[in-house]
Nanobody
C-alpha cells in the first residue's frame, strides 16, 4: 500500500485546511486509516482514525469538534477537514494505514505511512 498526503500550508489561527491522503496498491488490506502529526521536537501523535469499510471514527480530544476525518472509497482517498485551527496544531501531518480493524493510536501499530504534509498555523 502506498500513501500520499497533500493539502498542507500556512493559515492564520481560526482558519481551515483540508488534507488529503490518496492510497494505491493493495488498499483493501488496510482496515483502519489514520492521521498522525508531529510537531518540532515532539513525538508523533495520533490525531484521528477511520475504518475503511465503515463510518466509525476516533479523535484525540484536542481536535474533537474542530477536525473531521472522512474517506471516499471510490477514490481511495481519506480526508482531514481542519477548522478553527490553532497555533498548537502546527505540525507535519502524516497519513497511516493498518491491516487490523481494531482501533490503535500508537505509531508502531501502523505499517503503512505517507510522506507527510506540513501545516503551519500563525497567531
Amino acid at each position: 500500500v502506498q500513501l500520499q498526503a497533500s493539502g498542507g500550508g500556512v493559515v492564520q489561527a481560526g482558519g481551515s485546511l483540508r488534507l488529503s491522503c490518496s492510497a494505491s496498491g493493495r488498499t483493501l488490506s488496510t482496515a483502519v486509516m489514520a492521521w498522525f502529526r508531529q510537531a518540532p521536537e515532539k513525538a508523533r501523535e495520533f490525531v484521528a482514525g477511520i475504518r475503511w469499510s465503515g463510518s466509525s471514527t476516533d479523535y484525540v480530544s484536542s481536535v474533537k469538534g474542530r477536525f473531521t476525518i472522512s474517506r471516499d472509497n471510490a477514490k481511495n482517498t481519506m480526508y482531514l477537514q481542519m477548522n478553527e485551527l490553532k497555533p498548537e496544531d502546527t505540525a507535519v501531518y502524516y497519513c497511516a494505514g493498518r491491516v487490523d480493524r481494531t482501533w490503535a493510536s500508537l505509531r508502531s501499530d501502523y505499517a503503512y505511512w505517507g510522506q507527510g504534509t506540513e501545516v503551519t498555523v500563525s497567531s
